[in-house]
């Protein structure tokens, strides 16, 4: 079973001397230092008491925050490291390089884990691997804990259980549309990507991107979802035109993986009633970019195809490194602060005809970087802080390599809107049809 005694730390930042670890550790700094007990691990000594000492001007109490140091490929060492933490925050990446031992160390230890990895294989690997010994011991693995792909997964469940509970249906379809955004890149996941594409066969590549129930079918999950695809298409329930959004590859996945835990879990609504289909009974979800007609629909088709060409195809890569960030760096304070994100979430009811159920999310920060850092750091205290309340709540997974949706659900919700993130459904249109 998960942890039943007090450890040294509530919180371990893995890789903290990495670009998004520094991040997370610094709002730990800003915002909770004091209120929690933690430490700062990695590989490299003298680089982590660097991160302590500016971070120091930020906090001056975290000049006493513990160093706790262990290379990725040593697992005892790993251990060592995870078992004095109730929740270990994973962001040294490419995680299918060094992220094994860590997973696997946690499941032993008992200890909860969360990361911000997009890499899809590793974490089908890792469901392979840890699900079953996980959810016996009450360990709660979640990966994808950042912009991939949290707004994704909450903004999808919070539509899904506003027409559960508010208007008494199941949903058909979810879209998500990148309305606006602004933010930088780092170096950790271009080489995240890169590695993605290197290590990994061109079978398994080919199955991740066509087929939306990718980790869902490990729970018996099926249905007629189907990826967005790179052409251009007019999204009728939201009134607009849209193009691809490089993400959905991976955001479909887990909003997948949510509804098959959900389906596959106690079966039961907060009311108690039986939901044999906790999402709909066929349903799809679909991520894009809003655009201002098919002009610009098409311009980001083509954008996104460019992108794609340069994490896959060697040549091109190699010239675009030259121009890009390398591991360890990424955009400056101004770029993140003057960063932002809004997306636009509509859903369409199982209802003939359907109702349309608007939503938005978003927030005032750059996404890949402020904006992760924070959602890892409140997922990670959901789990530790709020285990009350997740463990009373039946609609929620207890263990094993869940989605933050499934395993925290209206808890991270609450928590990420405390932090100024902007969640919240906006309205609903037409009537219900008369019985």
């Known amino acids: 079973m998960a942890q039943t005694t007090m450890r040294p730390y509530q919180v371990v930042v893995w890789g903290a001397s990495g670009f998004t670890g520094r991040l997370v550790c610094e709002h730990i700094a800003r915002d909770y230092q004091g209120k929690i007990r933690w430490a700062m691990a ?16 930020i906090n001056p109490a975290v000049k006493d925050v513990p160093i706790l140091t262990a290379d990725a ?36 230890a008992g200890t909860h884990y969360a990361d911000i990895t997009g890499e899809l294989p590793w974490v089908k690997r890792s469901q392979a691997r840890h699900h079953s010994s996980a959810a016996a011991r009450g360990v709660k693995v979640l990966h994808c804990c950042g ?13 899904v259980e506003h027409c559960r509970e508010q208007l008494g249906c199941g949903v058909s379809q979810v879209f998500t549309l990148v309305s606006a955004a602004k933010g930088g890149m780092s170096g950790g996941t271009l080489e995240s990507a890169c590695n993605l594409v290197d290590s990994e066969g061109l079978g398994e590549l080919r199955d ?42 991976v ?6 993986h949510s509804n098959a835990l959900f ?31 098919l002009l610009g629909a098409g311009l980001i088709s083509a954008g996104t195809a460019l992108l794609g060409a340069v994490v896959a195809i060697k040549p091109i890569r190699a010239i675009a490194r030259r121009f890009l960030p390398s591991p360890g760096q990424g955009p400056s304070e101004a770029a993140r602060r003057g960063g932002f994100w809004r997306h636009q979430l509509v859903a369409l009811t199982e209802e003939q005809p359907p109702r349309v159920v608007r939503g938005v999310c978003g927030d005032s920060r750059d996404p890949g970087y402020w904006s992760t850092s924070r959602m890892l750091l409140e997922t990670g205290l959901a789990l530790v802080l709020e285990a009350p309340r997740l463990a009373a709540d039946p609609r929620l997974a207890q263990g094993g390599v869940l989605t933050p949706a499934a395993a925290c659900g209206p808890v991270l919700l609450e928590r990420l809107r405390a932090a100024g993130f902007e969640f919240r459904v906006e309205g609903v249109e037409g009537e219900k049809k008369a019985q």
């Open 42 to 57: 990695g590989r490299d000594q003298k680089k982590l008491e660097q991160v302590r000492s500016e971070l120091s001007t």
């Open 73 to 108: 490929r040593d697992a005892p060492a790993v251990g060592s490291v995870v078992r004095q933490a109730e929740v270990v925050l994973a962001t040294a990446g490419p995680f299918a390089r060094y992220g094994d031992n860590v997973v696997e160390q946690a499941v032993e």
């Open 147 to 159: 912009y991939d792909s949290v707004p994704s997964d909450l903004g999808a469940w919070m539509l």
């Open 208 to 249: 991740m991107g066509g087929n939306q129930y990718y980790l869902a079918g490990a729970h018996g999950l099926k249905g007629s979802d189907r990826p967005a695809g790179l052409l251009p298409r007019y999204v009728a329930p939201a009134r607009t035109w849209a193009g691809p959004f490089i993400m959905e590859g």
């Open 251 to 256: 955001n479909a996945k887990i909003v997948q």
């Open 263 to 293: 389906t596959a879990g106690s079966g039961t609504a907060a009311t108690g009633a039986k939901v044999p289909y906790p999402y709909g009974k066929d349903f799809k979800y679909t991520e894009v970019v809003a655009a201002s007609g």
